[in-house]
């Protein structure tokens, strides 16, 4: 391949970047192209999908019933009284199909596990599907957020005892929950230009992009995770905590792009900081990798008053193209502490920005503002997720409380580790797991790896100029593999993410082969300079 200079990518997004090496690999008709750059897995939760559907013949059924005499394809709102009975009859008549009885089995669970009335949900459930109505509350409907709670109780807490109730707020996906957030820390004066926003890095791209935009002006501050460390965070990075002038700290836990998951140790270290030293410190945790990992605990758990916990269903239960993500915070929390804490000029402002919507606009909680701040506050009352959308959201969460035996977990983790394998052997590398990995995702250290094939001299010589870059664009043009480089999430070494989600194993295999044959050039180029 001729050398070019690759200096003109530098500033690019790794997803912006991914576009232009996938016109390369795409360049040679005679080879497939594998995309591993991309998170998207290729496996998805079926139960809960078939549950949807089957609602759905339901809920068209109680919408005819109204217009029966009308033989144009014309429904009504569907009655809430009776309709448990007439359900019992819709399940016998389809009792012998996995939906209906993942449904049934359901309503038992919320009536006996969450001590909520069956009937009740079931009557949301069914207006959710048909969509005949606006959300209401715009910030969650009520049984749905009383269901998803016990979801993320289950996932972020571990063995952590609950720490009092939360509120959620059902977005488009994690990113419109980023988005959301800084939005309203913003518009309510909690973070200003100039303020300081620490991010734990290795992290997703646009937790680095977001924050200097000049709707902010943020300055990032990397509090860096430790390679060597199985990618946690070590003291002195932690200290940058304690400086005053950051308002906010971002992280992704498990880790994008290393996909580990922070430690025991290290997020008790995380809570005793914030809690002896930074109280008034805001954190945002997007804790998306978590159902991946063994024995996960969340910073929501474990510092609740000071953190807002992003939590997404796509990757878990193969719902990208859905859009379900959700924002959870205390009720008992820092950033309403702050709010009321504002000097008068602010909070007579924000009075103002909010009075539309209630007469107490001061004491309007954070939470409720993300929710009118996400549709410029005039449109409030027809914010909120579709309920489509929110009724999916409640299916995935009752699949994952009501596995107990955890079985598509454990099939989940299995899949993509046995993926992680599968590359490691085609590079030639033994694989390792410890105990705070997850392996979504693979960060294959150029560096690293040249050192342990080639020798430290090779290892040295990669790190020079954009040879990641160029490892990436080689790798694309001759193999038509598609990786994101990993320096666009903030990897200090010559770097590329590899998705173990996306791809089948045969693609892995090949993906591993064509990274050792790459090397193996570079290799021959480092030598032939020396000859």
Aim: hydrophobic share 40%.
């Amino acid at each position: 391949m001729t050398h070019q200079d690759y200096g003109e990518y530098a500033q690019l997004s790794p997803f912006e970047l991914k576009d232009k090496l996938i016109a390369i690999a795409r360049s040679d008709a005679d080879r497939m192209m594998l995309n591993a750059g991309r998170g998207n897995p290729n496996f998805l939760a079926t139960l809960p999908r078939r549950a949807f559907l089957r609602l759905g013949e339901f809920a068209l059924e109680e919408a005819e019933r109204s217009y029966s005499y009308l033989d144009s394809g014309f429904g009504g709102l569907p009655e809430a009284d009776g309709i448990d009975l007439r359900f019992e009859i819709f399940a016998h008549r389809h009792a012998d199909t996995h939906g209906v009885a993942f449904l049934r089995r359901a309503l038992s669970y919320v009536k006996d596990q969450l001590g909520l009335d069956p009937a009740d949900v079931l009557a949301e459930m069914v207006g959710a599907y048909l969509g005949c109505n606006y959300p209401v509350p715009p910030r969650m409907l009520v049984n749905a957020e009383a269901i998803v709670a016990a979801y993320l109780r289950k996932e972020m807490y571990g063995q952590v005892p609950s720490t009092g109730a939360f509120s959620l707020f059902a977005t488009e996906g994690g990113t419109a929950a980023m988005t959301y957030i800084f939005q309203t820390l913003k518009a309510n004066h909690l973070v200003h230009p100039g303020d300081k926003v620490a991010l734990a890095t290795p992290i997703f791209s646009p937790y680095l992009e977001i924050p200097p935009l000049p709707d902010y002006g943020l300055e990032v501050v990397d509090v860096r995770m430790d390679p060597e460390a199985d990618w946690q965070l070590p003291d002195d990075e932690l200290e940058k905590l304690a400086d005053p002038a950051v308002k906010v700290f971002c992280l992704v836990n498990p880790s994008n792009p290393p996909s580990a998951k922070l430690s025991t140790e290290c997020l008790d270290r995380i809570a005793a900081l914030i809690t002896t030293r930074r109280p008034d410190l805001y954190v945002v945790t997007d804790d998306v990798y978590g159902t991946f990992a063994d024995d996960f605990v969340s910073l929501f758990a474990k510092c609740p008053a000071n953190t807002l916990c992003v939590y997404s269903f796509s990757k878990y239960f193969g719902a990208t193209g859905w859009r379900l993500g959700v924002i959870a915070l205390h009720k008992d929390n820092a950033l309403d502490a702050a709010l009321r804490a504002l000097p008068e000029s602010d909070r007579k402002a924000l009075a103002k920005r909010y009075s539309s919507l209630t007469n107490a606009p001061d004491d309007l909680r954070f939470i409720d503002r993300l929710v009118a701040d996400s549709r410029a506050v005039a449109l409030n009352h027809t914010a909120g997720l579709s309920t489509p959308q929110q009724l999916q959201m409640v299916l995935f969460a009752l699949n994952g409380l009501m596995d107990i035996e955890e079985r598509y977990k454990a099939s989940a983790k299995q899949l993509i580790r046995h993926r992680y394998k599968t590359l490691c052997l085609h590079v030639g590398i033994p694989p390792a797991i410890s105990e705070n990995d997850v392996r979504y995702y693979y960060l294959i250290d150029l560096q690293h790896l040249g050192g342990e094939l080639y020798g430290e001299a090779f290892a040295r010589w990669l790190a020079e100029g954009e040879r990641g870059t160029e490892f990436l664009f080689r790798l694309a043009s001759e193999t038509s593999v598609v990786l994101l480089p990993g320096n666009g999430f903030e990897v200090v070494d010559a770097s590329a993410r590899v998705s173990l989600a996306n791809l089948t194993d045969a693609a892995y295999s090949a993906i591993g082969e064509s990274t050792r044959r790459i090397l193996a050039e570079l290799f021959a180029e480092f030598k032939g300079q020396g000859d």
